[in-house]
């Protein structure tokens, strides 16, 4: 099982920018994806994330700029994240967790992103 997340840059305060989460032997119509966030010297947050009903959850500190879907097909899981803030800047990580677990157990290498005010 493999997640690979990528998207990640320097960008401008307002810009935006999109996440795409890569993932390998796993259906994502059997698990849940996860999409996180560990800010300069601080602890790893969660930002979203979409079930394999396509249900999701978005984290209310990016909720009405972040959003998340996937692409069955693909195999792929997306964060768009649109009016970036300074504050945003972080390393992402994507995980995935199986119907039926409670935690997001499988995770990815994470992708930086830098938004400069």
């Known amino acids: 099982v493999q997640l690979q997340a990528s998207g990640g840059g320097l960008v401008q305060a307002g810009d935006s920018l999109r996440l795409s989460c890569a993932v390998s032997g796993i259906s994502l119509r059997t698990y849940a994806v996860g999409w996180f966030r560990r800010p300069p010297g601080k602890e790893v947050e969660l930002v979203a994330t979409?079930?394999?009903?396509?249900?999701?959850t978005i984290s209310d500190s990016v909720k009405g700029r972040f959003g998340v879907s996937r692409a069955n097909a693909k195999n792929t899981v997306y964060l768009q994240m649109n009016d970036l803030k300074p504050e945003d800047t972080a390393v992402y990580y994507c995980?995935?967790?199986?119907?039926?677990?409670?935690?997001?157990?499988?995770w990815g290498q994470g992708t930086l992103v830098t938004v400069s005010s």
């Open positions: 995980a995935a967790r199986k119907q039926g677990v409670v935690h997001f157990n499988v």
């Open positions: 979409i079930d394999w009903w396509d249900g999701d």
